[in-house]
């Protein structure tokens, strides 16, 4: 059988481009991850309408990938910060993979805007493929598609 041959709905890129497919919702993902927890901080930064904002948040935390939490400012009313949850935090590696890719084929000519550091050592954090046997996958390896359980046959 080939590719084409399965259902694409069923494939696991298929199911998180449902959720992060959107352009908003990447960099929502990304300054909650640069520590942008709230409502009207995450709008002003991002520039975003109210609107907009207010359905990828919902969307992250129907999904079960951001949660709320309540905060008070002292003499002001309670509001809500939006916080990764363990299944956002493993979204580093997709963003981190999406910032090598843009600081090697959309850097200015300034070059990359900002680098990931390891706060233990200091070095510059990639994204980097590796097979479970630890062999590092570069993008000109060939790999091989395997059908498991999770996979269905198209129906024409």
Known sequence: MTWTDYD???????R??????????????????NGVRRFDALQDHLGI???????RLR???DEG???????????????HEYVLTDAGRELRTVLVAIMDWGDRHRSGAAGPPVRVRHAGCGEAVHAHLVCEAGHEIAPATRTALVPLDGARLRTR
Request: hydrophobic residues 45%.
């Open 49 to 55: 309408s109210r609107d907009v904002l207010t359905k």
């Open 16 to 33: 998180t481009a449902h959720v992060l497919g959107d352009r908003w919702t990447v960099l929502v993902v990304r300054d909650l991850f």
């Open 65 to 79: 990938l951001v949660e709320t939490r309540p905060v008070r400012d002292e003499g002001e009313r309670t509001r």
């Open 59 to 61: 969307l992250l935390v």
């Open 8 to 14: 694409s709905a069923a494939c696991s890129i298929a």
